[in-house]
């Protein structure tokens, strides 16, 4: 077999906030809405409604996904190729919204009798390449908004015990570059990610090999996979394997997804090229305020003050 030869792959001009739109596209399906919220809840044949929301804090942001079920339950996700820390916050802000929307405003801040939300459920889907195993830990966890509290020297119970919470399951689909590797080449899945195979697994699946297969060629540590070199006969692969065939099988989605992916990473080397020169920190603003980010949204992604974003910025 003729050996390919590996080019850089071209950044695609795409929309600033066209990030999520494969990520939204995928639950479109009805099908596949009615078994992420089987995945999620256990619930079979529920009644499952789009429900997304833009907070005014978020630039009027739209939120990645969100859904009713049944009218009980409020389910908020997001989809990250980057860790953040805040996304307890974030997604408070984001269910506080949702939350408003389902009740009458006027009953819920005058009226006498109690008013009824459905139960906010809160996920993270966390895609990305890791270089080294240590940084993932497990498939899924908890992040916590009282992890983000500051520290009391007091240690009485009744006193520091927060009054808000909220608690976001994140199911953690990174994958190291030897794992994606397998992955591509032989089809084998890192153990740990065996037990969460579906629409979920499958977009992580996307996410982190076509980064992977991105940066090969720019980076000496990413090993050329003998059967897809390029991203184009990736998305090739993953639809061979059932992998999202209906969409991966429409040039636009495909040309749309590569796009998206090559943005995001374009980013994180950008930043860091920067960051050698100006200070790690100011270069990820720099490099992000430039792919039209918000200071809010900056602030988020790089963990830092929003006053100390804004001042960078100036």
Not at 31 to 58: C, H, M, T, W, Y
Not at 161 to 168: I, K, Q, R, Y
Request: net charge negative; aromatic share 10%; proline share 4%.
């Amino acid at each position: 077999m003729e050996k390919e030869t590996v080019q850089p792959q071209e950044v695609l001009p795409v929309n600033g906030r066209s990030k999520d739109s494969f990520f939204k596209m995928i639950y479109r399906s009805k099908e596949r809405l009615d078994g992420l919220a089987k995945f999620l809840l256990g619930i079979q044949d529920g009644e499952v409604s789009i429900a997304n929301v833009k907070p005014v804090l978020f630039g009027n942001r739209e939120n990645d996904l969100s859904f009713l079920c049944n009218h009980v339950f409020y389910c908020m996700m997001e989809e990250e190729s980057t860790l953040c820390p805040n996304m307890p916050y974030r997604l408070l802000e984001y269910i506080t919204a949702g939350l408003r929307s389902t009740v009458d405003s006027e009953k819920l801040l005058y009226s006498s009798k109690k008013v009824y939300f459905p139960v906010p459920k809160l996920y993270m889907v966390q895609v990305g390449v890791e270089e080294r195993k240590k940084e993932i830990t497990e498939a899924v966890y908890d992040l916590r908004l009282s992890d983000s509290y500051r520290t009391v020297e007091d240690r009485n119970e009744t006193v520091t015990e927060p009054d808000l919470e909220a608690v976001v399951h994140v199911y953690d689909f990174r994958m190291t570059l030897s794992e994606i590797l397998d992955y591509i080449e032989k089809e084998i899945l890192p153990a740990r990610l065996v037990p969460y195979a579906g629409d979920l697994l499958d977009y992580a699946l996307v996410a982190d090999c076509l980064t992977y297969v991105q940066r090969v060629g720019r980076n000496k540590k990413y090993t050329v996979p003998k059967n897809a070199a390029v991203p184009a006969r990736l998305l090739e692969l993953l639809k061979d394997r059932g992998i999202f065939r209906e969409l991966l099988s429409d040039k636009e989605v495909c040309d749309m997804t590569m796009a998206t992916f090559s943005r995001e990473d374009m980013r994180e080397y950008q930043g860091w090229e920067r960051g050698m020169e100006e200070g790690m920190e100011q270069g990820r603003v720099l490099t992000y305020a430039e792919f039209g980010l918000s200071p809010e949204e900056i602030a988020l992604r790089v963990s830092m003050p929003l006053e100390e974003v804004k001042r960078i910025l100036e």
